[in-house]
C-alpha cells in the first residue's frame, strides 16, 4: 500500500474507500433563481433573514448531497471522511490548532477540491450536533457558487477589501438547515495579499471561535498554483487533499505536501476512484 494510500485511510477509516467525483467547474447558475440576502444571525440572533436559495435540481444533476437522498452510497462516503474530522475537533485542545477549521485543497487544478468540499459541508450539515459554513476562497474560478447555483452580491473579497463591510454581511444561511455561506465575491477585488493577511487570519479566528458547534470549510486554489494555499494552510486546524487517483503525479503529490504542517495534515480523499465489482462503486466524469 502506497503513502497516499495509507494517509486516505486514516481519513476514512476505510481502506480505499473513495469520494465521489465530479469537476471543480459547473454551468452558471440560470438567472432569477437566487435570493440575495447576507444572512444578519451571527450579530442579531432575533432577526429575521432571508434564506439563499439553492438550486436543488442542479445539486442532483451534479450529484452533490441533499437531506433527502436517504441513506444512498455516496452519503455513506461522505460520513467515512467525515467521522474522523469531527473527532478530532472534538478531542482538539490546542486552541493554536482551530480543528473546526479545515481546509480542502488540492495539488493541481481539476481533482475535484470544490465538488468534495462542498459535498463534505453538506454532509457536515446533516449532522445533529454541528453546523457548516462554507467559505469560497478561490474568487477566480467561484465554483462554490456555481456549484450551489447561487448568485451573491457580497463575499469574501468584498470584506477584506473594505473596512465598511462586517462579518454578518457575507455569512448567507441557506434552505438547507445548519449550511451557510460565504461566497467567493467580487473577483475584481481579490489579491493574494489580502487572502493572506492579518485580517484574514482574524477572520478565521472568529468565525472558528463563534459558536461552538460550527464546522468551517475552507475551498482553496490548489497548492503548487497559488501561494494562498501554501499561507492558509497555517492558518487552519485541519487540511485535506484531493488527489485524482491513477493520475495525479506522486511526485507532485510529494511537493506538495512539503507545504504543509504535520500537525495540520488530516490525509488524503482518493477523487475519481472506481471501486471495481462494488455495489457502491463511485466514480464520475471531469468535463
Known amino acids: 500500500m502506497s503513502t497516499i494510500e495509507k494517509a486516505a485511510d486514516k481519513l476514512t477509516d476505510n481502506p480505499r474507500s473513495s469520494s465521489a467525483?465530479?469537476?471543480d467547474k459547473a454551468p452558471l447558475a440560470p438567472p432569477g433563481s437566487v435570493i440575495r440576502k447576507p444572512d444578519t444571525t451571527d450579530s442579531a440572533p432575533n432577526q429575521p433573514t432571508t434564506l439563499l436559495k439553492l438550486d436543488k435540481d442542479k445539486m442532483r444533476s451534479l450529484a452533490l448531497l441533499l437531506p433527502d437522498m436517504g441513506n444512498t452510497g455516496l452519503a455513506e462516503q461522505y460520513r467515512k471522511l467525515k467521522h474522523p474530522l469531527l473527532r478530532k475537533i472534538g478531542a482538539s485542545k490546542d486552541t493554536s490548532l482551530p480543528a473546526n477549521i479545515i481546509m480542502v485543497t488540492s495539488a493541481?487544478?481539476?481533482e475535484g477540491k470544490s465538488y468534495t468540499a462542498t459535498n463534505l459541508a453538506l454532509s457536515i450539515?446533516?449532522?445533529?450536533?454541528?453546523?457548516?459554513?462554507?467559505?469560497?476562497?478561490?474568487s477566480r474560478k467561484n465554483s462554490i457558487s456555481e456549484l450551489l447555483g447561487v448568485t451573491a452580491d457580497r463575499g469574501l473579497t468584498n470584506y477584506l477589501g473594505s473596512d465598511e463591510i462586517g462579518v454578518k454581511d457575507i455569512i448567507y444561511s441557506t434552505d438547507i438547515p445548519k449550511l451557510k455561506i460565504i461566497p467567493a465575491g467580487d473577483p475584481e477585488?481579490?489579491?493574494t495579499e489580502s487572502a493572506t493577511s492579518t485580517k484574514m487570519k482574524k477572520f478565521l479566528a472568529e468565525l472558528s471561535s463563534r459558536y461552538s458547534d460550527r464546522v468551517i470549510i475552507l475551498d482553496t486554489p490548489p497548492l503548487m498554483v497559488s501561494a494562498i494555499?501554501?499561507?492558509l494552510a497555517y492558518m487552519v486546524g485541519q487540511v485535506v487533499m484531493v488527489v485524482e487517483a491513477e493520475k495525479t503525479p506522486v511526485a507532485v503529490i510529494e511537493e506538495a505536501t512539503k507545504h504543509l504542517d504535520a500537525e495540520r495534515f488530516s490525509g488524503f480523499i482518493l477523487n475519481k476512484t472506481n471501486l471495481a465489482g462494488s455495489a457502491e462503486s463511485l466514480y464520475g466524469s471531469y468535463g
Do not use: C, P, Q, Y
Request: net charge negative.
Open 125 to 138: 450539515a446533516m449532522e445533529l450536533d454541528h453546523t457548516a459554513l462554507l467559505i469560497d476562497v478561490d
Open 189 to 191: 477585488l481579490f489579491s
Open 21 to 23: 467525483t465530479h469537476t
Open 108 to 110: 493541481l487544478e481539476g
Open 229 to 231: 494555499a501554501k499561507v
